[in-house]
């Protein structure tokens, strides 16, 4: 095999390179409209969705990775399982699994997390990882208007030494794809704007369905999808399954887009 020969280039040259591209994207992320917060399986399934439809979307990931416990699974064995119908979006991503028993299927997870970022990457969505919520942006009415973000790695610096500030993205929608936490949920409950009884035990049977039933608006300008609907909705995890996800990021994507249909 013939070694290849690289084209000249310098150290200037690639720095101006990440950093020209970085300022045209922050550019771009400073307006937008759909930020998802959080980039596991339902909010990349939401991003990817929305983009297919042209919508501008953003995720915001506070790991340097994508994908949340969709790369892992139970246990840190890492086969992903799903229940049907959601095996339908594996198709669609052209995720090969096997069949455990009726109704029960299971995929590597490193697989299917992967082709489910490639496919929303694919689509169009845009991706800001290592940065964390901080806040929300509010509006008349206490209308979500966007996301107060800063860099993931200034939360583990000692208070004493840093005062970084955040900044600040407007969007005409908010997906809280946070998982358990609900984040976004979780600051309007500060503020005494909305108030959630935390998810319950774990049934899978109930849960799933009961997620994906529940996915949409929890309040004006901000939509729930994934576990964050069953801390927002008091509904039971569903543990090492992910089908719900899946389906439940779908469905926060079509309560989005008819939104957005209906302002234009």
């Known amino acids: 095999m013939q070694m290849p020969i690289f084209e000249k280039s310098s150290e200037s040259s690639v720095t101006r390179a990440i950093v020209s591209q970085f ?5 771009e992320f400073a307006e937008t409209d759909v930020i998802v ?15 297919l439809k042209k919508v501008k979307v953003l995720v915001v990931e506070r790991n340097n990775y994508l994908g949340g416990g969709f790369w892992i699974g139970g246990f840190l064995m890492n ?43 694919e689509a169009g969505v845009s991706i800001l990882n290592m940065a964390s919520f901080d806040d929300v942006v509010l509006r008349e009415k206490n209308r979500v208007a966007g996301a107060v973000i800063n860099w993931t790695p200034v939360g583990s610096l000692p208070r004493q030494i840093t005062c970084v500030d955040p900044v600040a993205l407007e969007s005409k929608l908010v997906i ?9 949920v979780k600051k ?14 774990m049934w899978i049977e109930k849960s799933e369905d009961a997620v994906v039933e529940h996915s949409g608006f929890a309040h004006p300008g901000l939509i729930v999808t994934g576990m964050a609907v069953s801390t927002t909705f008091g509904l039971p995890r569903m543990g090492p399954t992910f089908g719900s996800m899946l389906l439940s990021g779908r469905k926060g994507a079509d309560v989005a887009y008819k939104f957005l249909k209906g302002k234009k």
């Open 23 to 27: 300022a045209k994207d922050m550019d």
């Open 37 to 51: 917060i959080g980039g596991g399986p339902s909010g990349l399934m939401a991003g990817r969705d929305l983009a």
């Open 79 to 121: 086969t992903v399982t799903v229940r049907a119908p959601a095996q339908k979006i594996l198709d669609e991503l052209e995720v090969k699994y096997k069949m455990f028993e009726k109704g029960l299927y299971m995929t590597p997870g490193p697989l299917a997390c992967s082709k489910l970022i490639a496919a929303a990457c």
């Open 176 to 184: 809280d794809a946070t998982g358990h936490d609900a984040m976004v």
């Open 188 to 201: 309007l409950e500060e503020r005494g704007l909305i108030k959630t009884p935390g998810f319950g035990a």
